[in-house]
């Protein structure tokens, strides 16, 4: 470890790296599922383990894993689910490894053994790869997606497949290094450009689906209303036959009754009640008009319902058939 001017700049700028990947964080996931010590806190020993590499490793496969592996445990201080966390992390990382490598090779490096330690000393690349990685990261800012929609599988591997291949080309043509330096960087730009685009289609196709989902519900919201709304419209129907059909029988009573053809009367009442199926029999007869007919229907209901009355329930019928009777003699 030699604390030399491209040691300091690498510490400097590896602060606006962290940022940079806290701002993709957020940009990808919104619900935070920790408190905010404990997200700061992550980033700072990630920062702290990013230096450690730098200082002993150098070794860019190793950095690579390394760096997909903080992203993934970093992306756990937020909510979401495991396809989206895969594909978030992935992303993240696919993007700002191109920027690195584009900035390196626009600097003159354009061979990067995979297994072997590389010394990169371009300060000017240092900071121009946390520049790029900080206007990229606000370029994506205003197409945020903050709608929820579960993807399904085969979209979601159709979708992060292109970055994964993404990143072994990338490592193929560095570990190689048998391009020259023009189509080094055009295979680059061309990388970062279909990431950005996947980027922008799996927004397009979240809100899609978000839209459809919606419309979805909708539809069948409204086959609800129009079923209740038949519903309605023919217990309406119903209830006006109900009611002209009473109408008729009351003024067929009422005519009985102005006749004074009470037997009459009686024998349309029993009709009516045979056609709706309502027994003739009383259980209750107390002389109170009120109290026999709410006995008789609670009665008649628990006997329709199977309920058998026993004869001490009779009895208990009969002496308050004869207490109500009382009663309403002395009243």
């Not at 297994?115 to 206007?135: C, D, M, R, T």
Request: aromatic share 14%.
């Amino acid at each position: 470890m030699i604390f030399n001017e491209m040691s300091i700049t690498f510490m400097i700028c590896n602060i606006l790296s962290v940022y940079v990947v806290y701002r993709f964080m957020n940009q990808f996931f919104e619900e935070k599922h920790t408190c905010k010590i404990i997200e700061m806190a992550s980033y700072l020993v990630y920062y702290i383990l990013l230096i450690l590499c730098y200082w002993y490793v150098k070794i860019p496969i190793i950095m690579l894993i390394f760096n997909v592996i903080s992203f993934m445990l970093i992306s756990f201080n937020y909510e979401a689910s495991i396809k989206d966390r895969t594909l978030g992390v992935v992303c993240i990382y696919s993007i700002l490894f191109i920027i690195e490598m584009l900035i390196a090779a626009i600097t003159g490096y354009i061979h990067f053994p995979m297994n072997l330690k590389v010394e990169y000393s371009s300060i000017w690349g240092q900071v121009a790869n946390q520049i790029v990685g900080l206007a990229v990261v606000n370029i994506l800012r205003p197409h945020k997606n903050r709608k929820r929609v579960a993807i399904p599988v085969i979209y979601w591997f159709c979708i992060i497949v292109i970055p994964v291949f993404s990143l072994y080309f990338l490592v193929m043509i560095l570990d190689i290094g048998s391009l020259n330096k023009t189509n080094t960087l055009l295979s680059i730009s061309f990388l970062l450009v279909i990431n950005f685009s996947i980027i922008y289609l799996y927004d397009f196709m979240v809100n899609a689906m978000y839209e459809c989902t919606n419309n979805l519900l909708l539809e069948q919201q409204n086959k609800y209303y129009r079923r209740q709304i038949e519903l309605m419209d023919g217990m309406m129907k119903s209830n006006n036959s109900l009611q002209h059909d009473l109408n008729n029988h009351l003024i067929s009573i009422e005519s009985y009754l102005n006749g004074e053809e009470f037997d009459n009367a009686l024998a349309y009442v029993k009709k009516m009640q045979k056609y709706n199926n309502v027994p003739n029999d009383s259980f209750s007869k107390t002389g109170n008009s009120v109290i026999d007919s709410i006995l008789n229907l609670k009665l008649h209901e628990a006997a329709a319902k199977g309920i058998d009355l026993n004869p001490w329930s009779l009895i208990i019928i009969s002496c308050c058939n004869h207490f109500v009777y009382a009663v309403c003699r002395y009243v």
